[in-house]
Every structure is written in C-alpha cells, then in structure tokens.
C-alpha cells in the first residue's frame, strides 16, 4: 500500500456504503432513512424512530403496536445479570458497567443465527428493551439501592426515568426525553458505528457488537464530550468568564467542548432542537444558571471560530436539558448509548446483508531483521 494513500483515523475515506443516515455538514442537514430529524423530532416517537432506522420504513400501525408490545415485555433482566452487576465497583464509571452488562447478554443469549429475521429481531428487541434497564439497575444500585422492576404501563422514555427516579416522571420530562433520544439514535459512519460494523463483520453475536461500541462512544471525543460540557460551564463560573475562557482555548489550542464537528461546519441540527427543549423544560421548571454561562459561550464562540466552521453540535446542549431532567452527569453518556443501540442495530443488520470482513492493512514502520540480545545480556 503506498504511503499516499495513508489517512490517519481513515479521515475523509468511505468504509462503507450506507441507506440509513444522510447529513449535509455545510446546510446543518440530518435524515434518517430520507426523513428530516425536525420532523422526526416533532413528529414520531424514539421506538417508531428505530424502527425505521432498522428495517428502513416507517412501520404501520400494528407493526409499531407489536414492536412497542414486545419491547415492553422485554424490559426486565435477568437476576443473574443484576447480581452480577452488584458486585461492579460503584466507583466505576457507568458506561464501563454498561459495556460489560451488555456483554453479559450474549452469556445468556448466546445462539447465534444471523441468517434467522426472528433471531434479528428477538436480538434488536432485547436489546433495545434492555440497555436502559441496566443503565438505571447501575444507577440505583451504585447508591446502595435495589433496582426498580420496570414499569410495564409506562412507555419507552416514561419507563426509564421512572426506573432512574423511583417515581412517574412529568408529562412534559417523558416527552422530551423521547426526543432526546430520537435525535440521538443515528448519526451515520461515526467512531462507535465503525466499532460496531467492524466488530459484526466478524459475524460474532449483537451482543459483542454493542458492547464493542459502547466502549468506543465512552471517549471525550466522541460521546464523553456531554459531561465534559457541564464541568467546563462549571469552571467557567459566569457569563462574564465566557470570553476569557474562549480566548485562553484558542490561544493554548485546547478544545472547548460541545462545539465543533467533523462533518458538521455549522450549527448541528440536533443542538437548535436541544436548546429549544431545554428552554420548554426552563420554561416549567424553573431556569438554570448554566444556561446563561451556555449562551454566552456560544454567542463568543461563533464570534472566534465560527469562520473556522466550528459550532455548537450535539453535545453542547444535551447536558443542560438531562441536568433539568436531574440526570447525573456522568449517565450522559450512557443515555447517549441507550439511543444509538438503534442506529448500531441498523448497521449491525446492514452490515449483515452484505459482509466482508473488516481486513484493512497497515504501512509497517518499525525496525526489520534486529538481532535477538540475550536476557542475560539486557
Ligand atoms: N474548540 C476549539 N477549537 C477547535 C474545536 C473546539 N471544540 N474543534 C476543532 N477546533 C479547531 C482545531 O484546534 C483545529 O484548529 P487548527 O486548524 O488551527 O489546528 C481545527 O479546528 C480542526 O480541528 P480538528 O480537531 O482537526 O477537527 P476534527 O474534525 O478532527 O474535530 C472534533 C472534530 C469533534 C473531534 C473536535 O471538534 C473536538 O474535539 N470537539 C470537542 C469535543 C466534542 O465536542 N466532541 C463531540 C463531537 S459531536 C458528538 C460525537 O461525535 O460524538
């Protein structure tokens, strides 16, 4: 392979060939399966949402039923996965608990028959239904608490802040959550995406395929950066802190959080939507200081590097709408794994109808023919 064609993180180089996401970086466009994100926002639901991402239609109204039904039905786990998780340090950062609870699943659902549509869809049900389930177990139990059984008459989103809080979330809450996640659920070739298509292209379980990319979407600059956000806002103090703090980045060429994108060179679609459900939840519940510090650290921001195309993108606001939630900060990221489960689905099953095993190469730079010094010698 010549060293031209070398790109470092495979930057600007196609991996695959996907239906199922199109953004436009420079219009700030996001499509699921061809349907605007606002629309879906507005309009759908988090499970119709993955729904369409996996199977590629909107479904009708007794496959969403069916779908929602079994979904519903699947939310429990195991005792044996819940003791297990019992013995996981509370100290431990809830997206490691998740990686491994998720790769516990395959222990226990371990047959593999990715030629099987009941198997794939069993898989995507499980897992759809289980994610958050062991997100909100970790949750309580770090706090020396029993985890909350799922609430069967509670929907998708209702259901996991019930699970988190100990009590039915507000209309209002479920609501904007649900969104949260739609928006969350896909965002085509991406760090984890690629973990999970590399990692299915072995033809291993989904399980192995989640896990694998949970433990990617952890790093502070993929997922991880939504926590980060809220520290900096923390550090930051005020408003009147923002430009300094923008202008100390810039000079010592650190990053800020929350902005900046590698395909997105203006506002992420998905942060216009954000801001707007944090101002509903301000709007009901009371603001939040943070808020204030958030925009004017935008607003200096755009001023200094907007020309560079560097914006807000999707983690910049979600922090402050799951603080209003009364989401801890370090489940940020492991909300934002609840919701990708259904984008990694679509492209563990894509992937799946036309496989060839990820096998790229590598130009070797190291030392050739050394000669071998005895340990004695060393
Ligand atoms: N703050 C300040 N400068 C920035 C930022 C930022 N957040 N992002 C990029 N730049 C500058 C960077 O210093 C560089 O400047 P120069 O050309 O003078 O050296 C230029 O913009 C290009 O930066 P890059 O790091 O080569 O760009 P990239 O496409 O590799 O970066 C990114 C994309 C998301 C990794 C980066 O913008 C970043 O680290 N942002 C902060 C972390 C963050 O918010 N991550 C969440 C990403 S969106 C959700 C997700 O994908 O999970």
Redesign the pocket.
């Known amino acids: 392979m010549s060293v031209e064609l070398y790109r470092p993180?495979l930057?600007g180089i196609p991996a695959a060939k996907s239906s199922i996401s199109f953004i436009d970086g420079k219009q700030g466009l996001l499509e699921y399966r061809g349907i605007r994100i606002e629309k879906l926002a507005e309009q759908s639901s988090f499970l119709e949402t993955s729904y369409l991402l996996i199977w590629g239609e909107l479904p009708s109204q007794s496959e969403l039923r069916a779908f929602e039904h079994d979904i519903r039905y699947h939310r429990r786990i195991k005792y044996r996965i819940r003791d297990m998780m019992k013995c996981f340090p509370e100290s431990g950062h809830p997206m490691d608990a998740l990686q491994a609870s998720a790769a516990a699943l395959g222990l226990f659902y371990s047959r593999r028959a990715l030629d099987d549509p009941t198997y794939i869809r069993n898989a995507v049900v499980r897992l759809l239904a289980k994610i958050p389930t062991m997100v909100a177990a970790f949750q309580l139990m770090r706090k020396g608490n029993d985890p909350v059984q799922p609430c069967d008459d509670l929907d998708y989103a209702a259901n996991f802040l019930y699970m988190l809080n100990e009590r039915e979330p507000d209309e209002l809450a479920a609501h904007v959550f649900d969104v949260c996640l739609t928006l969350h659920a896909e965002?085509s070739m991406?760090?984890?995406t690629f973990s999970a298509m590399v990692t299915a292209s072995t033809l291993t379980d989904p399980y192995a395929v989640i896990a694998s990319a949970v433990g990617t979407?952890g790093g502070?600059?993929?997922?991880g950066?939504?926590e980060?956000?809220i520290e900096m806002l923390e550090q930051i103090g005020s408003p009147e802190n923002a430009e300094a703090y923008v202008d100390d980045?810039?000079k010592n060429?650190?990053?800020?959080?929350?902005?900046?994108?590698?395909v997105y060179k203006v506002k992420?679609p998905r942060a216009t939507i954000l801001q707007d459900l944090a101002e509903k939840l301000f709007a009901k519940f009371g603001g939040d200081r943070y808020y204030e510090i958030a925009l004017e650290l935008e607003r200096i921001?755009e001023d200094r590097?907007g020309s560079?195309?560097?914006y807000a993108?999707?983690?910049?606001y979600s922090g402050l709408v799951y603080r209003k939630l009364g989401i801890p900060t370090d489940l940020f990221t492991p909300i934002?794994a609840i919701a990708r489960v259904a984008g990694w689905l679509a492209h563990w099953k894509e992937q799946l109808e036309e496989n060839r095993i990820f096998r790229p190469t590598q130009i070797y730079s190291g030392q050739r023919d050394r000669a071998y010094t005895p340990l004695s010698e060393r």
Do not use: Q, T, Y
């Open positions: 993180g930057e965002h991406n760090a984890s979407l502070p600059l993929h997922g950066a939504n980060e956000v980045c810039v060429k650190k990053k800020i959080m929350g902005f900046g994108h590698r992420d921001v590097l560079k195309g560097i993108n999707v983690d910049f934002f």
